[in-house]
């Protein structure tokens, strides 16, 4: 089991006071906090390895080189991958996403072409989609969510005839469901489909295997896996890499350029154009490291054990709802909740008085939203340094923001 | 600081002229969809006086407090005064520091108000 309480020291923000109170922090499904480690890691590589990558022959070109690569490595054992070269850096899981869309969905996809998306999909895995389909007269179906927060994989099944291409996030950000990805996978290979899976939320919570998986196309971003912006990763492999034109263009993608005429550079290098974020990338490697350490069996087993009581907690306090499955097992550590009476963006107002960070909104999920009935829910999401009394402050500070809005007001 | 302090929970719950008029000279509606919010608002002019203004809708209690707010601060209001008043006006009215992502729920029923006025110029003049 890890020590949360021990593992705070890691985390230099968590000793800043908002509002003078300390800092609860519940907001890592956006974005996980950074630890010393892996910003110490960025500094250090700036101020002494620092240099071009891949354009130098020079000592510290190549010490840069050969850390950004060594980078790809680690990344691509932590999530199984068969070889560095099934991995690509990109900005983020969204621009990993675009990528897709645009490399291999524009030059494979043809009008009347059908793509499964989900219900529960976050904008990233839906508007490049919408912006495909609009381009080249796509259809595009959305396997059903269940009233319990599950896929419907009934409905799914149904939708999957003769699609083309599936798309499903392997962890709802909203209702935390954890999808059966390899099922999924499994069905559509059948079909004869290809499968996109939205990694963003399961890379932080869940150990990954990636020959385990098998999707075509593997996304999420470093910064929700306690690494910096700036960097994210695509997986994807050989038979696949074949069907892919290049997205950006430019300098390093290429293999030989003439007046008018180029050849590429064999992947992962023709999906990095130009200067890539290396310090970025390295520092995405540390903090993988960092999990490695922990264990990812370790982290899923904490985010579970914070999870049940958040559930537990949460739901004991009359006129909370909580969004999604009722069983930890199903999800990871997060839970979408709405209190009566209270919009979410006020409780959020009212909860960050007391230092409690919460996200709320429609967290890019709106289609969702609709689903569920309401324009906007809060969102409470635990890390590795999450404790139960940080469970404790969060529904303290609910059932104060219920007094607030209870008390009868003079006229 | 409380952000909701006395004045805001008073016209969040005891909004001032919430309803529906109908007939109105204007009707505008106004929406935040990052938040959900949604507000109509609904004048009546006697000459180029606002005479009864209301409002209803849903949102966060920043958005509908506002909104009552506004509806009071209006009221009797010539449409040449209504133009005229900006954005530093309306937070002031609602007197606690909005954070800048609050600031537009405080700020949603003056956009809707602005907008109204603009539709209401070419059915007004018009009309005199
Ligand atoms: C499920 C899911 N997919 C995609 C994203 C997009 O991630 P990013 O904004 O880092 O590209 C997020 C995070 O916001 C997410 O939760």
């Known amino acids: ?56 022959i020079y000592t510290l070109s190549e ?110 950000n909203v209702l935390g469901t954890i999808n059966p990805v390899a099922e999924i996978t499994k069905l559509a290979h059948e079909a004869g489909a290809k499968v996109l899976v939205d990694g963003a939320q399961a890379a932080p919570n869940l150990p990954l295997d990636m020959c385990e998986l098998e999707a075509d196309w593997y996304v999420f971003s470093g910064h929700k896996l306690y690494g910096p912006t700036g960097i994210g990763v695509l997986r994807t492999h050989a038979p696949v890499y074949e069907a892919m034109q290049p997205f950006l263009s430019g300098g390093e993608m290429i293999n030989e350029v003439g007046l008018g005429d180029v050849t590429f550079a064999e992947p992962p290098a023709t999906f990095e154009a130009g200067t890539m974020p290396a310090a970025e990338a390295i520092g995405l490697a540390v903090a993988i490291d960092y999990l490695n350490k922990l264990g990812m069996d370790s982290v899923r087993e904490h985010e579970q054990a914070v999870t049940e009581y958040a559930l537990e907690k949460l739901s004991a306090i009359e006129g909370v709802k909580i969004y999604g499955s009722k069983k930890a097992e199903d999800r990871v550590g997060l839970v979408s909740f709405t209190v009566d009476g209270i919009h979410p963006h006020d409780l959020a107002s009212l909860l960050d008085q007391d230092g409690v960070a919460i996200r709320s909104g429609h967290h890019c999920a709106q289609p969702l939203h609709q689903k569920l009935g309401v324009p906007a829910t809060a969102r409470a999401s635990f890390s590795v340094f999450t404790t139960t009394d940080d469970i404790d402050r969060l529904a303290t500070s609910i059932k104060a923001a219920q007094k607030t809005f209870s008390e009868p007001v003079k006229a | 600081m409380n952000l909701y302090r006395e004045h805001i929970m008073d016209h969040y719950k005891n909004p ?111 009309n005199s």
Request: charge should be neutral.
């Open chain 1, 63 to 172: 010490e840069a080189t050969g850390m950004y690569e060594a980078a790809r490595e680690t990344v691509a054992e932590f999530i199984g991958a068969d070889s560095s070269e099934e991995i690509v850096f990109t900005k983020n899981a969204t621009e990993a996403i675009n990528l897709v869309a645009y490399s291999w969905g524009r030059s494979n996809l043809r009008k009347g072409d059908a793509i499964v998306l989900t219900e529960m999909e976050h904008h990233a895995n839906l508007i490049p989609w919408y912006i495909l389909a609009k381009e080249k007269g796509l259809e595009l179906r959305f396997a059903k969510v269940t009233d319990g927060g599950r896929l419907d994989m009934m409905d799914f099944e149904k939708k999957l005839k003769g699609a083309k291409l599936v798309c499903v996030t392997h962890v709802s």
């Open chain 2, 16 to 126: 001032r002229n919430r309803g529906t008029l109908p007939n109105a000279d204007m009707t505008i509606e106004e929406s935040n969809p990052v938040c959900g919010d949604k507000l109509k608002l609904m004048y009546k002019l006697d000459g180029d006086r606002v005479n009864e203004v209301k409002f209803e809708g849903e949102g966060c209690a920043i958005s509908l407090a506002a909104a009552s707010m506004l509806t009071e601060m209006i009221e009797g209001k010539t449409l040449e005064e209504l133009k005229a008043i900006r954005d530093e006006d309306m937070l002031k009215q609602i007197g606690v520091p909005l954070s800048p992502t609050r600031v537009k729920c405080g700020l949603l029923a003056l956009s809707g108000l602005r907008k109204g006025l603009k539709q209401d110029n070419l059915a007004g003049y018009g």
């Open chain 1, 1 to 56: 089991m890890l020590d949360p309480a021990k593992l705070r020291a890691d985390f230099p923000i968590l000793t800043r006071r908002i509002h003078d109170k300390p800092l609860t922090y519940l907001d890592s499904a956006a974005t996980a906090q950074k630890p010393s480690a892996m910003l110490e890691a960025m500094d250090h590589f700036y101020r002494n390895h620092y240099g071009s990558v891949r354009r130098g």
